[in-house]
């Protein structure tokens, strides 16, 4: 499974920098996502990454404004958020599908219920607010 850290609260214009830690299986085999679920809204892609290889992909609502980055040793990835709009907010969520199953776009782009990934977190709360 995954552990999510990193959220809080911040004002408009702020960052944060979100891990997400793997536990029980390594990242090497598997395409790993960033997931959102707004208030009262399904979850829906951010950004998604290869476990190992070059292959990133951002949703348009990223807009330039998150990097992801990836650290196998230490088996956890990465989100960078810059420019926090309010739209930013919720719980966001890691998860992961073997990468013979799937490409990092289609990650993204189709969503499934999280009983679906082979790796799912518990989320952590991203709230920006003035």
């Known amino acids: 499974q995954f552990v999510e850290s990193g959220g809080g609260l911040v004002p408009p214009g702020g960052s944060l920098n979100l891990s997400c830690a793997a536990a029980?299986?390594?990242?090497?085999?598997?395409?790993i996502g960033w997931f959102r679920q707004a208030p009262g809204k399904e979850h829906e892609g951010v950004a998604c990454?290869?476990?190992?290889?070059?292959?990133?992909y951002y949703t348009l609502s990223t807009n330039g404004r998150f990097t992801l980055s990836r650290d196998n040793v230490k088996n956890t990835v990465y989100l960078h958020m810059n420019s926090l709009e309010p739209e930013d907010t919720g719980i966001y969520y890691c998860g992961a599908v073997r990468s013979t199953l799937t490409t990092v776009q289609a990650m993204c782009v189709i969503t499934y219920s999280p009983v679906d990934y082979d790796a799912w977190g518990q989320g952590t709360q991203v709230t920006v607010s003035s």
């Open positions: 029980g299986f390594t990242l090497d085999a598997y395409i």
């Open positions: 990454l290869e476990g190992t290889g070059p292959d990133t």
